[in-house]
């Protein structure tokens, strides 16, 4: 199998659930400004045409694209790692409903963060919204992950957001448990290294 990635983009998150489960794949570059891939010369929108990442190509040529379905795909490919419930569960419900959450209330709402043309103000009115903090809070307080004791896939998504937002310039210390939580998850070795692997640290 390939991953395709941008070092630092949401692709962190499936890197760092191949570490934690000890997959090996080929990981393949994507430079997402140009969608080429720098290894090649080659396009990456046959690959994936939305030109974003993370995508996953099988041996076979066949590719799974979008963040979410990948994550689960390659937890289930290592169910002694418990990175995703089992199919069929609550407990699988309820790491899907935190997913979710964090796509659509999160990942697409630090968005316009990076955007130089988004006008100031809307950019301190999602700051302002504070209830998606509120909410991560509440998740991870009791935790310490989003499901309570085992790490799983919704944190391996969850925390390379919120560590674009703070780079970002959000501020999260109105909400220790999040602070606390992105400490605890930050020395993971899993993390550190898909992080070290992408150039993002160097210890």
Do not use: C
């Not at 090996?24 to 891939?37: F, H, I, S």
């Not at 990442?53 to 689960?72: C, K, N, S």
């Not at 391996?156 to 560590?163: H, Q």
């Amino acid at each position: 199998m390939k991953l395709f990635y941008s070092p630092g983009a949401s692709s962190l998150s499936p890197h760092i659930v191949l570490r934690e489960a000890g997959l090996t794949v080929e990981m393949v570059r994507v430079d997402l400004e140009t969608k080429m891939l720098p290894a090649t010369g080659q396009s990456y929108l046959p690959i994936n045409p939305m030109g974003k990442v993370p995508a996953l190509e099988f041996d076979d040529g066949a590719v799974l694209t979008e963040g979410l379905a990948v994550l689960q795909y390659l937890a289930d490919l290592a169910p002694a790692s418990r990175l995703a419930p089992a199919a069929g569960t609550m407990a699988r419900y309820r790491l899907a409903e935190a997913l979710s959450f964090v796509a659509t209330e999160l990942h697409k709402g630090f968005a316009p963060m990076f955007d130089p043309d988004v006008p100031a103000s809307y950019k301190h009115s999602l700051i302002a919204d504070t209830r998606a903090f509120d909410r991560i809070a509440s998740l991870v307080q009791p935790g310490p992950y989003i499901l309570g004791e085992h790490f799983t896939v919704a944190d391996a998504y969850l925390y390379p957001i919120l560590r674009l937002g703070r780079h970002a310039g959000l501020d999260f210390s109105s909400w220790p448990a999040i602070g606390h939580y992105m400490e605890l998850v930050a020395k993971r070795p899993s993390v550190r290294a898909a992080m070290r692997a992408e150039g993002l640290i160097e210890d």
